[in-house]
Structures are given as C-alpha cells and as structure tokens.
C-alpha cells in the first residue's frame, strides 16, 4: 500500500469515528430536552477526536501548547452562544446564526494573534462566562416541542464533524499546534444544532439549549486546561484521559445538583 493511499484511509478511518461520536450526541440532545441535551453537547464530542488524533500523529509538547489556544477559543464559543441565543427569540436562522458564526470568527481571529498562558486563558474564560451566564439565564426554561428526523439530518451533522476533523488532521503538520488547537475548538455540535432544529422547533427552544449550555461549556474549559497541565507533564494519553475524566464528573455534577433542585422543589 502506497504512503498517500494509506494516510487517506487512516484519514477517513479518523473522520468515520468523530462524525460517530456527533451523530449520537446530537440524537441523544434532541431525544432529552434542553437541560440534558445542553449537558451531552458540552462533552468533548467533536473536540476529543480531534484531540486523540492530534495525540496519535505528534508529541505531548504539541498537544500541551495547542490546549493553550483552545482554552480562550472555549470563550468565543459561550459569547457566540450567546449572540445566538439572543437574536433567535426574534430574528431566522440566517441571521441568528450568520452572527453567532460571525462572532465566533472575529474572537477566534484576535485570539490567534497572541501567545496564551494558562493563567491568561483561565482569566479569559472567567471573564466571559461571569459575563454570559447571568445574560443566559432568563432563556433556558423553554419546552422543547416533538423534533421529527430528517433524511439529511444525521448526514448533514456526519460532514460537518468530518470535516473538521481532516482540516485539523491533515494541515496540523504545517499551521502548528497554535492554529490547530483553535481549528479543534470550533463548535461543531453547537452549529449542526443550530441549523438542524432552529427551522423545524423555533428559535426560542433551540436559543434554550444552547442558554443551558453554559455551565457544561465552563467545565469544558476546565478541561482543556487539564490537557495542557496533564499532557505537559504526564503526556498526552493521560492529559486527555484526565481532560475527559473532568468532563464527565463535571456534566453529572450539574446533572445532579439540578435534580436535586427539582425534587426540593417538588417536595
């Protein structure tokens, strides 16, 4: 087998796995409400592949440094939920999520034009949930009504997340670990959820999953920092075994405690 033709395999091979990974997180958010469903798009579903597949082609140095730009990418993606949220109570698709896209990009373009630390990335992530948070607040109680599947649903979200994961795959060797890490912070599962239940369900119980996101999206931010501190000084299987670790204990922490409110509430 030639290198070319074994390089594309392993590619798709890589890009059939993430597109996996998406499709049954975006099921199971549309099959559970928006609570649940925001806790399921907060997990590493799109970033992790990317991540382990970053792992499996370069050194710990790599994966430590591209955690470093991911981190204040994690706080463009709670200000992009944010401009989403906010024009969809009133305004289409088109316009909601062309900003929310554009505000993404605009942050996402500042922030690679500066070396991070990790105490900059953790301010910058404080600074903006303490911002956003209280704003999504009032937007997350909304029933989500019956979401009917579509033919080009499951196709749709199985591009995007593949994708994504060639771009970082395949130009990781030669635009750095900096360009990278911000490439896999992109949030696929947020923009697929976007344009596949905005036009069916409305803007205001679509706007509720991503408002009740934002707790779960803090905890990831955490996470990405457990990469760069893990990869740094254990290497990278244990700094993304940590990363994930984090995630899952921090989703079922909010899972929990919100439960916990709801039966106190009942009682």
């Not at 996470?223 to 899952?248: M, P, Q, R, W, Y």
């Amino acid at each position: 087998m030639s290198l070319d033709l074994h390089f594309i395999l392993f590619l798709l091979l890589r890009m059939a796995i993430a597109a996996a990974f998406v499709v049954s997180a975006s099921v199971i958010t549309e099959r559970s409400g928006p609570v649940i469903g925001a806790l399921v798009a907060t997990l590493p579903v799109s970033a992790g592949p990317s991540y382990v597949f970053l792992a499996i082609d370069h050194d710990a140095a790599f994966i430590a440094q591209g955690a470093l730009s991911s981190l204040p990418v994690n706080a463009a993606t709670i200000f992009m939920a944010l401009t989403y949220v906010v024009l969809a109570q009133r305004h289409s698709l088109v316009v909601s999520c062309g900003s929310a896209f554009a505000v993404w990009i605009a942050i996402a373009s500042v922030i690679r034009m500066f070396d991070w630390s990790l105490t900059a990335g953790l301010a910058v992530n404080l600074i903006a949930f303490g911002i956003c948070i209280p704003l999504l607040a009032g937007y997350r109680h909304v029933k989500m009504p019956l979401v009917t599947r579509r033919w080009y649903d499951i196709p749709m979200r199985a591009v995007l997340v593949a994708t994504l994961v060639a771009i970082v795959v395949s130009t990781s060797s030669w635009v750095g670990p900096r360009i990278s890490g911000i490439i896999a912070l992109y949030p696929v599962v947020f923009s697929s959820m976007m344009m596949i239940l905005h036009p069916r369900i409305g803007g205001p119980p679509t706007a509720a999953v991503l408002a009740n996101s934002a707790w779960g999206l803090l905890g990831f931010g955490m996470a990405i920092a457990v990469v760069h501190v893990g990869a740094e000084n254990f290497g990278s299987a244990i700094g993304l075994s940590l990363a994930l670790a984090t995630c899952i204990a921090w989703n079922l922490t909010l899972w929990w405690n919100g439960r916990r409110k709801r039966l106190m509430a009942a009682a």
